[in-house]
């Protein structure tokens, strides 16, 4: 079984990429650009990279791309080297072949990291290897994955997750995220964010931010899309009056039958959206920017430091403070707006 991250001493790291028929291409292609561009940046061929699949040869990718592979049995992985089940609708099938399930497992034996992008979960749950860990997936497939497999204990929010040598990631983009923390993990801080600079990602995002923003979880939850057009607004005027009354003016309903509807389109209440919306603001501007706490309170809506501090503590565990030291990005990211998502 794979054991922790730790940094090896050596030239060279196998990377393999697990493929199947109906692989999504991304998943294969963004974090593999990823690591050939860290041997630019490292200035030596530290990884080789490797396109596997359980009888190699050409596979067709969700695109109708053709990739070529390599047989999985014949990689020869060893401690140094990372093994990556990707994702794609042709997961499923995969993980139901017991070849496929057998080979996947013979292979990570040794390695010193095995991971998965977005679906790749559900190969390596297959194979028992996120049995009583910690594991995240596309946002979409994280309730599938809980139920098929009560064993793991999947958390359907964090971007990528690493429990001792087992590292998940959620949907699509989110592999670029975790190959350059494995990155980080092999060569440092600055290498990884050099890399970032050089791929021309905004921001180096830490495992534990959301999958997405507070903005797209209401797009989601909001199936009428009814309340679209004042979320815009609320975010767009986050200062302003938010209370129930303002908000209710503006849809041109009374107090009482907003908070109804709104609660019954939402399922939650105003006030509740107001403080996730300002969260969600004020966790952009401590990762993107070097201003002041109590200036982020001010421009976010809070009005005042504590208030946000208790809004913090309220939806995510933890102080202002606490989370700019663990997620700042200031130092490589502009000033982007906090509306981005």
């Not at 490797?50 to 040869?57: D, F, M, Q």
């Not at 050409?58 to 592979?69: A, C, E, R, S």
């Not at 009814?226 to 767009?236: I, N, P, S, T």
């Amino acid at each position: 079984m794979p054991t922790n991250s730790a940094n090896f001493d050596i030239e060279k790291r196998q990377i393999a990429f697990v493929i199947f028929e109906d692989v999504k291409l991304l998943d294969v292609s963004g974090p593999l650009q990823v690591f050939s561009d860290a041997n630019k940046i490292l200035g030596h061929a530290h990884y080789v990279t490797t396109v596997a699949s359980l009888s190699g040869g050409p596979v067709t990718t969700d695109t109708g791309v053709l990739l070529n592979t390599r047989r999985l049995a014949g990689l020869g992985m060893d401690t140094p080297d990372t093994l990556i089940a990707c994702g794609g609708n042709g997961v499923f099938e995969a993980s139901l072949d017991i070849r496929m399930v057998r080979a996947m497992s013979k292979a990570s034996e040794k390695c010193g990291r095995v991971a998965s992008c977005c679906t790749g979960a559900f190969l390596l749950a297959a194979c028992g290897i996120l049995k009583d860990r910690r594991a995240v997936t596309h946002w979409q497939y994280c309730n599938q994955l809980a139920q098929q497999y009560p064993a793991i204990m999947v958390d359907p929010d964090p971007i990528f997750i690493e429990d001792d040598g087992i590292w998940t990631s959620a949907g699509v983009t989110a592999g670029i995220d975790l190959a350059l923390a494995m990155v980080e993990a092999d060569h440092g801080r600055d290498i990884a964010l050099k890399l970032a600079r050089e791929l021309l990602v905004y921001v180096k995002r830490p495992g534990g931010q959301s999958q997405f923003s507070e903005a797209l979880k209401q797009q989601a939850r909001t199936t009428s899309g009814r309340f679209d057009a004042l979320h815009l607004w609320m975010r767009e005027n986050i200062t302003q009056d938010l209370r129930v009354e303002s908000l209710a003016r503006r849809c041109a309903m009374s107090p009482r039958s907003f908070a109804r509807i709104y609660a019954a389109e939402t399922g939650q209440t105003p006030a509740r959206m107001v403080e996730q919306m300002r969260v969600d603001i004020a966790r952009a501007l401590l990762e993107q920017s070097t201003d002041s706490i109590k200036h982020i309170a001010d421009i976010s809506g809070f009005g005042n430091d504590e208030r946000m501090r208790r809004s913090f503590l309220r939806q995510i565990g933890i102080s202002p403070q606490a989370y700019r030291q663990r997620f700042d990005q200031s130092e490589v990211t502009p000033k982007t707006s906090p509306f981005f998502d």
